[in-house]
């Protein structure tokens, strides 16, 4: 496994994501993409078109399952570290990131 690789995991992790959730794998995919200097965004047109290519499903069930992903790790996840890494970043009606806003936020985490 590659560190960037490793370093995406571990942080997913940490945040409450749980990895035998599609959505994990499809956000950890995309953030190795991103960093790797692929376009991931916007994501309709890029990042989840791009995995509709390589696992063969739609582009809406990939956004499904990410948003599947997010939500459950902020119903399982450590809220206090969430919060502190995405408290600025949250939907006022939803309480947690758009896929957008959580791929932005944590590439920025990661890696600035």
Known sequence: MEKDELT????????????????YRFLAILLENAKNGDRVIPLKYYGYVELSKRFGVSTASIEKDIQNAISSAWLRGNVDVLYKEFGETLDEEKGKPTNKQFLLTALERLYN
Do not use: C, S
Request: aromatic share 12%.
């Open 8 to 23: 995406i995991k571990k942080y997913l992790l940490k945040l409450g994501f749980q990895p035998n959730l599609k959505g």
